[in-house]
């Protein structure tokens, strides 16, 4: 008989179809107990959930194993895998149907939004929230001090600081670029810039066109400039001419007697009737216009004069060794600084409106800042942020501490500089060759002119640097441009050996009338104290 129970427990051991027992819930019943589970949350129920025995000497339970839910018509409510709906175990039907889960997120759930610590600033974020309490306090106290505001809205323009959120909850989406530098050489689209909204009419004409003949097609020289006399001078060649805008005459100031030489820059004094002219030998001469001959001349540079700028009686000259001059022209030993940062021409140079710094812009790609010392101090910022040649330099009139820049064709970008802090404030693509840049302190506008391969003149509505209106009309690269004493006109010249006149800042009489005010003598001081 031994061997007989032997064998009877070999067969309970090896047997697979019997009841398991005291073993885990099956895949099924675990599924049908969550499903019940979350059903009686969804229905808000709020008595404690209790599980059910399993049946004495069965492995499987009889019901849907949750209590607090229906009691199921019939036993055996669970699904049975791969069956029918609602049959039961014991093959009956059933008249209760389970809830298929949701797969929806549930309601009491929420998102998340975590702030991108790349696009947040946070030394802004706490400033506002300290900001916020001390205001809280201060409001309590008293409604605050109006200069206090005052100043704090005035150290916010001065500073570039806007109103924005604490935390930024996306990026900026990176702007496209051109994979290739000199793409704008080649590429005749038009750039696809924001159009702004005006109210004015702008003429997409010019006013008047000048024939002018043996201009020469250089990108690094300034040969027109605009008298508060309101006389437009050009170099052509190797002589200087003048156009008179009030009754249109034409007088030739000067030409050089040696074929070989040429004008390379011409610059007239703030006030007054005197005309600075940059000659390629690297001689500046000083010429009274109302004369006409000579005052003075002024030596120092070793190669052609491309730039020069004003202020008061300084006259500063950049030349092709990348050296800055600074002429005391009142005095005889004329030569008062030098400024030495460039390693290439200087191609751009302008005072600020308030005299405080000078810009200057050089084939090397620099910006550099510098103070009115009249000493050889290193400059007070060097820029580097252009790709190419600087040339297009101009100061905004009513903010004296924001100066645009542009670049040239492997650049092709405008750029805004705050020079109190030398921060950029903003870089904006033209996608062409940047020549020239005017302000517009009636319109709070910007003009600039343009090379290759647009060739135009483009006007941007400042702060939001929208396209206002494209002026076409050149048939080659915008060379220089000059503004009107009034600031009404513009004249542009270009290689295609023609000046055209712009009258795209017109003023408005009936909505605003000019103040009067008393005639400036423009007669300068300059005449009688210039050795």
């Excluded at 640097?465 to 050149?474: A, E, Q, R, S, Y």
């Amino acid at each position: 008989m031994a061997h007989l129970n032997f064998a009877k427990d070999i067969n309970e051991v090896v047997r697979l179809d019997g009841p398991m027992q005291g073993g885990p819930l099956m895949r099924w019943q675990r599924k049908a107990q969550e499903t019940s589970l979350r059903s009686h949350t969804d229905n808000g129920s709020s008595s404690p959930l209790k599980i059910k025995p399993r049946t004495p000497g069965k492995g499987l339970p009889s019901s849907s194993c949750v209590a607090g839910a229906k009691t199921p018509k019939s036993p055996g409510g669970c699904k049975t895998p791969g069956g029918k709906s609602g049959e039961s175990l014991n093959g009956s039907r059933s008249s209760k149907k389970t809830k298929t889960p949701s797969n929806k997120t549930p309601g009491r759930q929420q998102d998340r939004f975590i702030p991108c610590r790349s696009t947040t600033d946070m030394e802004y974020g706490h400033y506002a929230l300290m900001k916020k309490c001390e205001d809280d306090v201060e409001n309590e106290a008293a409604n605050g001090n109006e200069n206090k505001q005052e100043y704090q809205e005035q150290l916010k323009e001065a500073m570039e600081v806007k109103d924005c959120k604490i935390l930024n909850f996306r990026t900026k989406a990176p702007a496209a670029s051109n994979s290739n530098n000199l793409h704008v050489l080649y590429s005749c689209g038009k750039v696809g810039a924001k159009q702004s909204t005006s109210s004015r009419f702008i003429p997409k004409e010019p006013d008047r066109i000048l024939d002018a003949p043996e201009m020469l097609d250089d990108y690094y020289l300034n040969l027109m400039d605009w008298s508060q006399n309101n006389i437009l001078t050009v170099a052509l060649g190797n002589g200087v001419f003048l156009w008179n805008a009030d009754n249109g005459t034409i007088t030739e100031l000067m030409e050089l007697s040696i074929p070989e030489e040429y004008i390379s820059c011409v610059s007239w004094v703030q006030e007054g009737a005197i005309l600075a002219v940059g000659l390629s030998t690297g001689v500046v001469q000083l010429w009274d216009t109302d004369q006409q001959k000579l005052v003075r001349s002024m030596t120092g540079h070793a190669a052609r004069v491309g730039s020069m700028s004003w202020n008061a009686h300084i006259l500063s000259s950049g030349s092709r060794t990348g050296a800055i001059h600074h002429h005391d022209v009142r005095i005889a030993n004329h030569q008062v600084a030098l400024l030495e940062n460039h390693t290439q021409e200087v191609c751009g140079l302008k005072w600020s409106p308030d005299g405080r710094h000078l810009a200057s812009g050089g084939n090397d790609n620099l910006i550099n800042i510098w103070s009115n010392q009249m000493s050889s101090a290193p400059p007070v910022y060097t820029l580097t942020d252009h790709q190419a040649a600087v040339k297009a330099m101009a100061w905004c009139p009513w903010k004296p501490y924001l100066l645009a820049t542009g670049g040239g064709t492997a650049d092709r970008h405008i750029r805004m500089w705050n020079i109190q802090s030398g921060a950029s404030v903003g870089a904006y693509d033209t996608e062409s060759q940047v020549c020239s840049i005017l302000w517009s302190s009636e319109h709070k506008e910007l003009i600039s002119g343009h090379g290759y391969a647009l060739n135009h003149l483009r006007i941007w509505k400042y702060p939001t640097m929208t396209k206002v209106v494209d002026l076409v009309g050149h048939k080659s690269r915008v060379l220089c441009m000059a503004m009107s004493p009034d600031g009404t006109t513009v004249a542009s010249a270009a290689a295609d050996e023609t000046i055209r006149l712009w009258k795209c800042f017109a003023v408005d009489k009936q909505v605003k009338k000019a103040a009067s005010k008393p005639e400036k003598n423009l007669t300068s001081g300059l005449s009688m104290c210039i050795r």
